[in-house]
């Protein structure tokens, strides 16, 4: 089956400059990899993602790339804020599993004011 | 926007009782998938519902069933509960089915407590 990993486990950075986290995953069929926000108590809320036709995809200060070939894809928070301090969990589509998503076991960002 | 309802959003039962989580897709969605998340860990996939037909199954266990009725909502029904069972449970909407790639939306999740 599908296996998502997911780096680094924890990433302290300073409020303003860019985190970087980073995934791959095995099944070279899956070619949809959204990105999720968890806040402590909250629902993962889905802020990004990318198809596999597609090399990068931004929205305001966050971007995702994918390198199909290599089999990986990250995700870029830029002039971070104390807002974006989160867990961030990466996943991909499991084609063979109606689309059910295999998820990295997810990044803890503190953004530090 | 309207989003995904999960209700209760706590519960709390004794081993051996029975739960019922139930979930409200985003109006329109005709897709629901139900996970289970350990403290500290990732989502774990349960269990999907396309247009009211069972289309995946995950690692759900036998003690656990669920079903998509005809206005979209669903309901995963938890029996002999184990201590192992606490946990979150979210679930997730999207449009579509088999082969499509279609943003999924969690709701808030329901926290299940087993003493």
């Known amino acids: 089956g599908e296996n998502v990993e997911q780096h680094p486990s924890t990433l302290s950075v300073q409020e303003g400059d860019s985190a970087v986290i980073k995934c791959t995953y095995s099944?070279?069929?899956?070619?949809?990899f959204p990105w999720y926000k968890q806040e402590l108590g909250k629902g993962p809320q889905l802020i990004i993602d990318?198809?596999?036709?597609?090399g990068e995809k931004k929205d305001q200060r966050i971007a995702v790339t994918l390198n199909k070939t290599a089999k990986h894809f990250s995700l870029h928070i830029t002039e971070t804020q104390p807002e974006d301090s989160a867990v961030y969990f990466c996943?991909?589509?499991?084609?063979?599993?109606?689309?059910?998503?295999?998820f990295g076991k997810g990044n803890q960002v503190v953004v530090i004011p | 926007a309207a989003g995904v309802i999960q209700s209760p959003r706590h519960l709390i039962k004794e081993k051996r009782e029975t739960a019922t989580l139930k979930c409200y897709p985003i109006?329109?969605?005709?897709?629901v998938y139900w996970y289970q998340q350990g403290p500290g860990q990732d989502p774990q996939f349960l269990i999907s519902?396309?247009?009211?037909?069972?289309?995946d199954k995950g690692s759900i266990p036998d003690r656990f069933s669920a079903q998509q009725f005809s206005d979209y909502h669903s309901e995963l029904n938890m029996s002999s509960l184990e201590l192992g069972d606490s946990a979150l449970y979210f679930c997730?909407?999207?449009?579509?089915?088999?082969?499509?790639?279609?943003?999924?939306?969690f709701g808030p999740g329901t926290r299940l407590t087993v003493t």
């Open positions: 099944d070279s069929a899956s070619n949809y």
């Open positions: 997730a909407s999207s449009l579509g089915g088999r082969g499509t790639d279609y943003e999924q939306y």
């Open positions: 996943a991909a589509s499991i084609k063979r599993g109606n689309n059910r998503l295999a």
């Open positions: 109006p329109r969605h005709d897709t």
């Open positions: 519902f396309y247009e009211k037909m069972q289309s």
């Open positions: 990318i198809r596999s036709n597609v």
